[in-house]
């Protein structure tokens, strides 16, 4: 198993004991690797959920510019119940897990398509 098989597994973990979901695991696959090299970056690879600028690049570089949404206060109100879902107490709040489950909430799945 490669290295990225293995981050896909600890994910895909993460959503069933932290978030309660079972994941779509050919979606999770296409999202962690639409996160290119972040993922292998240990910086990168999580969503600070408490550092606003963190958040906005989130927002602006991932709903807005990847999955294409208009910019409001929804985005906000989505990142923040996604945050929550994860815990917020959680300190290794994946990226890859963060953007899956923000394409599940926004329903598009067909971005990965």
Not at 19 to 44: F, H, Q, R, S
Not at 101 to 113: C, D, I, N, P, R
């Amino acid at each position: 198993m490669g290295k990225r098989d293995e981050l896909i597994a600890k994910y895909a973990e993460d959503l069933k004991s932290k978030c309660g979901m079972e994941p779509d695991m050919d979606l999770l696959t296409k999202v962690t690797i639409g996160c290119g090299p972040a993922i292998y970056d240990a910086d990168a690879e999580t969503v600070a959920g408490t550092q606003k600028s963190e958040l906005e690049t989130v927002r602006k570089n991932f709903l807005v510019k990847k999955l294409g949404l208009k910019d409001g206060p929804d985005l906000d109100d989505a990142i923040d119940a996604v945050i929550e879902a994860y815990g917020r107490s959680n300190p290794h709040k994946y990226r890859a897990v963060v953007y899956y489950m923000l394409v599940k909430h926004f329903h598009k799945e067909a971005v990965y398509g």
